[in-house]
């Protein structure tokens, strides 16, 4: 029986690996869940929905942010928000040594402004990969270094449609999953940064002077063709940074920043996103009319309930019956059995996530596939107060993100390599990269995923301002509090 209770995750997985879209297999899986609800627990059709629903309820905020996540990043890209990170970077000009490093640090600014780690991928790769041909530098570093960067926005950034999911699925604020995890996310970027520049000047790479225009005026028409069929808005941008857009257009992305870490709400953040990205960009004149920026506006509505927000419908009600019919209760007792204390079962949810985006080779379908497991694996044998299991679920929520954005780019089956490969061979025909090479050169991706597991299976995480999670006296399993009490 409790076989039968996991077909649902196993069906969901097949149909993952076999490459139908999430929506599909959601509403697939939802029949099939319930289904098995009715035979396992002989539950009616009506509890069957009652249990759906009550769990899509409690999401309804997270979909209200995510259409404002959706309207802030498809803004920001049309704006000119996106291009002035570019502009600004590139405006000192770019050597061999130095390119790999500056692509670096522009797709980690440029992810947090968009939310986008495969817009961000798609809107540098041509510049970068064409700027690292005329500077002479190291193709794989350059484009595995573009690849980790684009992630830090993913998995960081409040626009980002993994951060709000993660965060909305552990119910907690994505503003203070920001907080949590701020300065270890900080410290990604620099340390990873200081190993691209160390092994970009081992490398001996030339100091020849290149710029952004010059890289982009060498791309072949047939390339930018290519390139609109798998991501018309980077077209947008590279137009942009072509002809070049106001200095001031940055500020609208440091405006939702410094909100975030002053902890208002997400949706007072991404609002003043919106109506600052709308000024700027009329001063600037990528904005002709209010009714032309609304119009933008729309369009991000639109893509976030044509596809985010229906998924997570799915999701949602699929999770509320697995709940229902304690579905997950194998996977927990195992984890539960061979976990000593709460570090360690916080460790084994990173696994269980990283596991999952293998498994499942997408990283939202991980999310919302693994995130409902490690919470009631925490929720159900933890002991703490409120204050200590909230900063368990951000922990867990972190997990869900970061092992999938950043996870993804380990695994080379994964659909997040398929796209960065495709896009490579689209916009840079003059070598073949695979997804083996990337991964090898992906100093920011390696880091954040062994440095997550190591931090808070040791405890070091302690060192790290505001990413500590409480362990023993603090927090018990309930295990050990029952064996405690049987010895007395």
Known sequence: MAFLKLTPIMLLAGMMIYGMD?????????????FIAAITEKHKFDEILENAFTAVKEMIVVFFILMFAYAVAETFMATGVGASIID?????????????????????????ATGTSWGTFA?????????NYIVGGNILLTAASVAGGSCFGDNIGLISDTTVVSSGLQG?????????????????????GVIIFLVSNAMGLPTTVGNAQEAINSIPADVFTRLGELRPAALTLLEQVR????????IPMIIVIILAFKGLHTMICLGMGILSAMIF??????????????GLVQTGFEDAGSISIVMMLWIGAFGGIMSSI???????NFVLRISKNVRQLMFWNGMLSMFGNAALADEMAQIV???????ELTDENVVASEEDMYRLRLRNATFTDAMGVFGSQLIPWHVYMAFYVSICTAVYPLQEITAIQIMQYNYMAIIAVFSMLILTLTGLDRLIPFFSIPSEPQVHLRKNIKQDNAKL
């Open 172 to 192: 907690v604020q994505i503003t203070d999953r920001v907080r949590h995890q701020g300065v270890w996310s900080g410290l990604l970027v620099l340390v990873s």
């Open 22 to 34: 999430l929506v599909i297999a959601a509403a697939l899986v939802v029949i099939y869940a319930g």
């Open 243 to 250: 002809e070049g857009v106001p200095v001031y257009m940055v």
């Open 326 to 332: 304690k579905a997950f209760e194998p996977i927990s």
């Open 281 to 294: 960009g009329m001063m600037a004149g990528t904005v002709g009319s209010v009714g032309e920026f609304l």
């Open 123 to 131: 809107a540098c790769a041509p510049v970068f990969l064409w700027l």
């Open 369 to 375: 596939t693994i995130s409902p497991i490690i919470k």
């Open 88 to 112: 600004i970077s590139l405006r000192l000009g770019v050597t061999g040594k130095t390119v790999a490093l500056v692509g670096f640090l522009v797709t980690c600014l440029l992810s947090v």
